[in-house]
C-alpha cells in the first residue's frame, strides 16, 4: 500500500519534526526528506497495519490539500519471485 498526502500546517518546521516522531512511533523510518524553512517533503516507510493511523496523524496537524493511496497487488511478483528461486536451486 502507498499514499500521499499534503498538509498545510501554521509551524511547517514543528509540524515536520511531529511527523518525523509519528514515524518513529509506528516502527517506520524516514526514507527521504527535503525541508526548507517554508516547508517539507518526506518519503517515509511504515509497516502496512499502521499506514492508515500515520496517515490520521498527519492529517491532524494542519489542512490536508491532497490525499491520494494505492493498493498494489504483489502476488504476481513473489510468484515469480519464487520461480527463479527454485529454478536457481
Do not use: F, K, M, Y
Not at 517554508?38 to 499506514?51: E, F, H, I, K, N
Not at 493511496?69 to 520461480?83: C, F, G, S
Amino acid at each position: 500500500r502507498t499514499a500521499q498526502l499534503a498538509v498545510e500546517a501554521d509551524d511547517p518546521v514543528g509540524a515536520t519534526r511531529r511527523v518525523r516522531a509519528a514515524v518513529a512511533g509506528a516502527a517506520g523510518t524516514v526514507a527521504q526528506e527535503s525541508s526548507t524553512d517554508s516547508g517539507a517533503q518526506l518519503t517515509v516507510r511504515v509497516p502496512a497495519d499502521r499506514l492508515d493511523q500515520l496517515i490520521d496523524s498527519i492529517a491532524g496537524l494542519g489542512h490536508v490539500t491532497h490525499r491520494t493511496a494505492q493498493v498494489a497487488d504483489a502476488t504476481e511478483d513473489v510468484l515469480e519471485l519464487n520461480a527463479r528461486v527454485a529454478s536457481q536451486r
